[in-house]
């Protein structure tokens, strides 16, 4: 029986698996913080993966999902502000060594894309693009079959188009960014600034908190009617719907798959990320053939990532 | 002897040419008017493949290239404003029928990507975004050695990228994008704009008149020292480096090529442009390994891109 690992390495907690090749049932799964008093986080990935390594069967090859870009000439993680710790090692080769098993390395959101176009709702696409909008926006794009990685393993960051000169600032430092305007944490900064200009909402806000709104009591006080919370959404549809107008054009592909904490509020602003999309693609070609899909792996989705890369990585063709 | 014909078809003129598989020094070249009275652009395509036909030698393959989308699952050329003639039909299919040859058509913009990445600036690069800007902006980019085509041959339409909320116009219709900031279109426009404001310049210009001030016309002003003249190509240059760093968070290449006559004054503009990428690029590691090249194939791409295309289509290695 030939069998895959799949490990998906986190900030605060780092999950792993074993699964035959014929099953996404695993055999055997684990999850353990990322950091531990007295412990690297690479002896903690070692002793992680031992705990699910399958009893009486070979592993053919073992996946790895990091939070981070992974220089694809040299399989080493580059820069990972959630675990600076890992930073700069070759998080592959050190497993391979450890285990005498092939290993291979990917960024989460890339793999996210893999898993859900092998797995989830990207299944029998050839042309993917996958966002991912929860405190950022991660992205992932399949090709004729193939991941986007670019020259270094950086490429495929959709969530740093720019859309809006001089708008807010990005994570990454820059103004006007797609992640800026619409991510989890973007919406809730442009709650918080209209409820301190005076705008009025259901939503409880003390603006002397530092604390971001969390995403649940927006989405609450939207579902429940508040103008405010339901204008948040459409703002943040809008956005999205003109990067992704943009991906159409550079990308002609068939499915778009919305994962994240957003996209589960995809109802409350689904109608206007149509409507902008429309109104922003140059040709009604581009909209033929294309659908936007909610992603269908939810949090198993990084570990499915990495299995997939395991599994097509060894060579294996897919269930 | 094995050879191959190119052909570089355009709004008002048709080229020709055969090539031995190991030169780029063409046997024979021909051109033709596009249109003539009581015959067909198909007609005349057919007579123009004749003139051009290698004696005593054998033709593996021919390659076209058109001014408009080609649907890669049909050969279609989808829609081609400057040759409406063409559009819906299967070209490639007709001359392989015509001339009992395998025929392969491409997108005129896509196959000058594949023309300097094989034979001119892009030569040894395997990530290649590819932008000619003209009277519009048209693009291409080579990924991973792959030229992106997307699900139905409509990919990498780059010149579509929305920079400006509500900005000007774009020859598609839609506000903001790169192409309706930064063609040699839009910077006449823009120039006759800013005269018609009363801006001081050395360009006569008649605001009565309809027509474009011709690029070259801005282009000698700007090295002249005209102030508005040389704000022109900044402002050009600040759109097209906005662009450039969303392009290299998409695709991380190792070269962008600059093609069209626009780039011939790319000495106007270059530093603005580098200024601004740099200014909005997510992180340095982008820019490292990245260079600007001009492309090398001048008025020669489109039949080179041709060429590119019969060779790879019919299996042919490159010299």
Redesign the interface.
Known sequence: MITHIAVDIGGTRMRAASYTSDNLTPIKVNRIKTRKKNSTPLKRLESLITSVWPEEAEVAGIGIAVPG?VNSATGVI??APNIPELSGLPIASNMQAAFNVPAFLGNDANLAALGEWKFGAGRGH??IVYLTISTGIGSGVI??D?L???????????G??????DGPL?S???RG?LEGLASGTAIAKWVAEQISKGVETSIAFDSSNQELIPGIVIAEAAQNGDILARQAFKRAGRYLG?AI??FL??????VLVLGGGVSQSYALFAETLYETIK?????P??L??FTIALAELGDDVGLMGALALARESTGLSYP
């Open positions: 870009p580059e820069k050839h042309h090709i004729d193939q986007l990685s670019g020259a270094r393993g950086f490429a495929s960051e959709l740093h188009t720019m859309l809006l000169p990005c990454c430092g820059v960014h003109q107008a943009d054009h550079i990308f002609n592909p068939t109104t922003h693609v140059m040709a070609e581009f033929e053939d």
